[in-house]
């Protein structure tokens, strides 16, 4: 019986696992967001203030992937208990480039922190995005510094959550001037908490304790974040959301919030270069100036948690003085800017973003994306740019599979005798044409690797559009406001003019119709497959691959319809090299209809 060889089932087997590949790689992540729902506690150190959660924070929060509150009862009591609180006048503004907010003088908290370069949402008039919001609110997360007591020394009055600190009058934190606090406890000692700024999100804090007493005193720098798991970035297999840190200088992304809450306390992993909770484009960050000190992570309960940094113990004798510099990284996981703090000395600063284990490959594709952005000003355009240069790249390759695909169509006679001729011996039949290909200098598995070359590529943009903040809020053009997120207009509430959302994986949008329209039309134009099985899959795949890409950020779908229609273009040029391919297109075609035909 004559028909397709071994070799040719495995050539395009190997093509649908590199199709497949992709498909279990970015379907397993659409499942997660789409699927996820969204001990007694530990005591706080001293200086921790009382956990005061609303009455919603029992419920288990539902999470998105960028994180930030999602119940509109929450939302709505936010917004009024942020206003209460930045109402009261014991604070000291922070007007910086990066920062803007306000240090509480109730505890010496940095519990009020925005971003100046990044939006909350599209819309500008929703305000900038929010880092740090104050003890109690919804969204609660802050930064406090402080001290526990010593051993082997008198007992003294220590600063607290209800301490208020005195600031100098017109105090305003900003680059150029720091802001000291102090705080007398009546008995000699006085306590000074130091606040510097630079221009991006690093703030500098010195804590300070001198002793005007008649004895000695012992105590223990404390540096601690706390926050709640509500406003949460949504946690998953490939981008971690939650607890982290660098430990030996070896960046751990975990705990997750469930695991924290179910050990009760979990101490950091080594030494702690860095310790702190990320979420997806925002991050706040404990960073030691000198080694010595130690780390853990707490769950208070009620979805608050803490990630604390303690030093090792310092005596303060009569008429001395001593001092612990701890930095705070509060705001968005830039690259540049990260890469620039562990250019100045925090060890792998620049992995708190979770590239995962191809960043050796995605952050030299983010570099030539955001230089590509920065020549043309629009991130849509440099996409294509980027594809066009991929494209380019492999063009020698793509010549070469075409050559392979004449080579193969020129040996088909000699390939089907040998098939006659050893139908009952498949080992020989294998072994003669092994040989022919060898003689004929044919590779049969040539045509694959173009689309493998293509899987590390497809997933180094695919990582970067989520967990690079360049990315987030994006614009191309016309509807496309947001390269990041999805494709906002789904054909089946008809664009938009139905009021009713679409399930994500049924929101098929413009960007995913235009995908499988392209992606069927590159089928098209490759040569009929012969085997029954192999036409349908092919004839199923770009309109699988449709409802499977269309839930994904648009930049991804740009580029591969960008792709789709520079490989059309490129396969109708290489069929004007190679006519013979073409013809053998056509008359494969026609026999296959032929073939239908009688099988009715």
């Given at each position: 019986m004559q028909g397709p060889s071994v070799d040719k089932h495995n050539y395009r087997n190997m093509i649908l696992a590199g199709i497949l590949t992709v498909t279990i790689l970015l379907g397993w992540d659409m499942a997660m967001r789409y699927f996820y729902p969204a001990a007694p506690a530990p005591k706080a150190v001293a200086s921790a203030p009382a956990a005061t959660p609303s009455a919603a924070a029992s419920a288990a929060p539902k999470r998105t992937r960028e994180g930030g509150l999602t119940n509109p009862a929450d939302i709505a009591l936010e917004a009024q208990d942020i206003k209460t609180a930045l109402a009261s006048p014991a604070r000291v503004r922070i007007e910086a480039p990066g920062l803007s907010g306000s240090i509480n003088l109730a505890g010496g908290m940095v519990d009020d922190l925005t971003t100046n370069r990044h939006t909350a949402t599209l819309n500008p008039a929703d305000g900038a995005q929010r880092i740090f919001s104050p003890a109690g609110t919804p969204a609660q997360q802050f930064a406090q510094f402080g001290w526990t007591m010593g051993e082997g020394a008198p007992a003294i009055a220590l600063p607290n959550a209800q301490t208020v600190w005195t600031a100098p009058a017109g105090a305003k934190l900003t680059p150029q001037t720091p802001v000291t606090l102090s705080w007398n406890n009546g008995g000699g000692q006085t306590f000074t908490l130091t606040y510097a700024i630079d221009a991006d999100y690093m703030l500098t804090v010195t804590q300070g304790v001198s002793n005007?007493?008649?004895?000695?005193?012992?105590?223990?720098?404390?540096?601690?974040?706390?926050?709640?798991?509500?406003?949460?970035?949504?946690?998953?297999?490939?981008?971690?959301?939650?607890?982290?840190?660098?430990?030996?200088?070896?960046?751990?992304?975990?705990?997750?919030?469930?695991?924290?809450?179910?050990?009760?306390?979990?101490?950091?992993?080594?030494?702690?270069?860095?310790?702190?909770?990320?979420?997806?484009?925002?991050?706040?960050?404990?960073?030691?100036?000198?080694?010595?000190?130690?780390?853990?992570?707490?769950?208070?309960?009620?979805?608050?948690?803490?990630?604390?940094?303690?030093?090792?113990?310092?005596?303060?004798?009569?008429?001395?003085?001593?001092?612990?510099?701890?930095?705070?990284?509060?705001?968005?996981?830039?690259?540049?800017?990260?890469?620039?703090?562990?250019?100045?000395?925090?060890?792998?600063?620049?992995?708190?973003?979770?590239?995962?284990?191809?960043?050796?490959?995605?952050?030299?594709?983010?570099?030539?994306?955001?230089?590509l952005f920065n020549t043309v000003g629009n991130f849509g355009l440099a996409i294509m740019l980027l594809t066009l240069i991929v494209r380019g790249i492999m063009f020698p390759v793509a010549q070469r599979q075409f050559a392979?695909?004449?080579?193969?169509?020129?040996?088909?006679?000699?390939?089907?005798?040998?098939?006659?001729?050893?139908?009952?011996?498949?080992?020989?039949?294998?072994?003669?044409?092994?040989?022919?290909?060898?003689?004929?200098?044919?590779?049969?598995?040539?045509?694959?690797?173009?689309?493998?070359?293509?899987?590390?590529?497809?997933?180094?943009?695919?990582?970067?559009?989520?967990?690079?903040?360049?990315?987030?809020?994006?614009?191309?053009?016309?509807?496309?406001?947001?390269?990041?997120?999805?494709?906002?207009?789904?054909?089946?509430?008809?664009?938009?003019?139905?009021?009713?959302?679409?399930?994500?994986?049924?929101?098929?949008?413009?960007?995913?119709?235009?995908?499988?329209?392209?992606?069927?039309?590159?089928?098209?134009?490759?040569?009929?497959q012969m085997d029954p099985v192999q036409q349908q899959v092919f004839a199923i795949m770009p309109w699988m691959m449709m409802f499977i890409m269309a839930p994904f950020a648009a930049g991804l779908l740009l580029y591969w319809i960008t792709s789709n229609v520079l490989t059309i273009a490129q396969q109708a040029y290489l069929y004007s090299r190679h006519p013979q391919l073409k013809e053998q297109a056509q008359k494969d075609e026609a026999d296959m209809k032929r073939a239908k035909v009688r099988s009715k």
């Open positions: 005007t007493g008649p004895a000695p005193v012992a105590v223990k720098p404390v540096a601690q974040l706390n926050r709640t798991d509500k406003t949460a970035a949504l946690d998953s297999f490939n981008v971690h959301a939650g607890p982290f840190g660098a430990f030996d200088e070896t960046v751990s992304f975990g705990p997750n919030y469930k695991d924290l809450a179910e050990a009760g306390t979990l101490p950091g992993e080594g030494q702690p270069n860095w310790i702190g909770f990320t979420d997806i484009y925002w991050m706040s960050t404990l960073i030691p100036e000198k080694a010595g000190a130690t780390s853990d992570f707490r769950s208070l309960g009620n979805g608050i948690y803490l990630a604390n940094l303690f030093y090792p113990q310092v005596a303060v004798n009569p008429g001395q003085q001593s001092s612990r510099v701890t930095k705070l990284f509060a705001g968005a996981k830039e690259t540049e800017v990260l890469d620039r703090y562990e250019a100045a000395g925090i060890p792998k600063f620049g992995l708190a973003i979770d590239w995962g284990w191809f960043r050796w490959f995605e952050k030299p594709i983010f570099w030539l994306l955001k230089s392979s695909m004449a080579a193969m169509k020129a040996i088909q006679p000699k390939m089907k005798a040998l098939q006659e001729r050893y139908k009952d011996d498949k080992p020989r039949q294998q072994q003669e044409i092994m040989a022919l290909y060898k003689a004929e200098g044919v590779n049969p598995l040539a045509g694959c690797l173009p689309i493998f070359l293509q899987i590390p590529i497809f997933f180094a943009l695919y990582k970067t559009l989520i967990v690079s903040v360049e990315m987030r809020h994006q614009p191309f053009a016309l509807w496309i406001k947001d390269l990041s997120a999805p494709d906002p207009l789904h054909l089946l509430n008809l664009f938009g003019l139905l009021p009713f959302d679409v399930p994500s994986f049924l929101g098929i949008g413009v960007l995913a119709l235009l995908l499988g329209i392209t992606m069927w039309l590159q089928f098209k134009l490759n040569p009929a």
